[in-house]
């Protein structure tokens, strides 16, 4: 950024006259000042803005405004038991979306707009672009590995992303082909030890924000999320 503004200068013939000097060194040194005043701001730097000021550079620099979620979850009234009598038309099919929304904290405005304006991944959709940009969102810092999140393509252009934040493995003996011997373990038998993974806090976050759109993906596909 521009850290010096362009000096004024009086002409050769008017150097002489120390009040004139006076008044153009006062312009400089004005100009300059808001010149430091714009470059203290850091406005082009969203993640040093906090509160209105975040809201005035995500809006009017980056195109981004604050985006907010539902509260809780939309009801389905469909089948038995989800509806009460002449409530709803037999067959028929309804969803009642929440009614309360809730304005996003500036943490995740911040990554909000790092999602949308982060080019280290390329330009080309696929499983390692999207698995280092809900890392990145998860983390708010340089994505080393994605093991956390898996991202798989089923029937009908589905996306199935799961975000794990822990895990659990199938240990031996268990009664699993080739995993026991004879009357070892017993029916059905299963072994398991838990590892913890790191919790992400903002898992769900991430759920929300894909299926509210808030978050940018080729509209070709359906996504379908899951925090484990």
Do not use: C
């Amino acid at each position: 950024m521009l850290q010096t503004t362009i000096p004024s200068y009086l002409y050769l013939q008017y150097r002489d006259d120390e009040t004139l000097q006076s008044f153009v060194d006062s312009y400089n040194q004005l100009t300059q000042n808001y010149v430091d005043g714009f470059n203290t701001l850091n406005l082009p730097i969203y993640n040093l803005q906090t509160n209105l000021m975040l809201d005035w550079v995500g809006n009017n620099i980056y195109g981004i405004p604050r985006p907010v979620f539902p509260f809780g979850r939309a009801e389905i009234r469909d089948a038995i038991n989800t509806w009460a009598f002449n409530e709803i038309a037999f067959n028929e099919r309804r969803i009642i979306n929440p009614t309360y929304y809730a304005p996003t904290t500036d943490d995740v405005y911040r990554r909000v707009i790092t999602w949308s304006h982060y080019r280290g991944d390329g330009y080309h959709f696929n499983i390692k672009w999207l698995k280092r940009r809900i890392m990145r969102f998860l983390t708010n810092a340089f994505v080393t590995q994605t093991y956390q999140v898996s991202v798989t393509f089923g029937v009908g252009n589905q996306v199935n992303i799961t975000i794990y934040n822990n895990n659990r493995h199938i240990i031996k003996p268990s009664a699993i082909i080739n995993m026991f011997a004879f009357n070892e373990v017993g029916f059905n038998e299963l072994h398991t030890v838990y590892e913890p993974l790191t919790k992400y806090e903002l898992a769900e976050t991430v759920k929300k924000a894909i299926q509210a759109g808030v978050l940018p993906l080729p509209f070709q596909f359906t996504y379908v999320i899951n925090v484990i």
